[in-house]
């Protein structure tokens, strides 16, 4: 995420509820994600975990995306 992206999250996170919600959240799944990345080998339940994560991030960054795209308007 760009530093000006992140400048907006810290500017209107405690302002916007979604917003402090989605950044959490965003927080949160790169933290367990960062485990699974450092371990050499995968379970495919550990994989398929580590996937649903991904996408889950994903989403919240499409919805932060959003939101940041309706402040900066």
Do not use: C
Not at 22 to 45: A, C, G, M, T
Request: charged content about 45%; overall charge neutral.
């Amino acid at each position: 995420m760009e530093q000006r992206d992140l400048d907006l999250i810290e500017q209107w996170k405690d302002k916007d509820p979604e917003l402090k919600r989605l950044w959490q959240e965003h927080l949160e799944f790169e933290d367990q994600l960062e485990v699974f990345n450092k371990r050499i080998y995968l379970s495919p339940s550990e994989e398929l975990e580590r996937k649903t994560i991904q996408k889950k991030k994903l989403r919240g960054r499409d919805q932060i995306e959003r939101i940041l795209a309706r402040l900066r308007s």
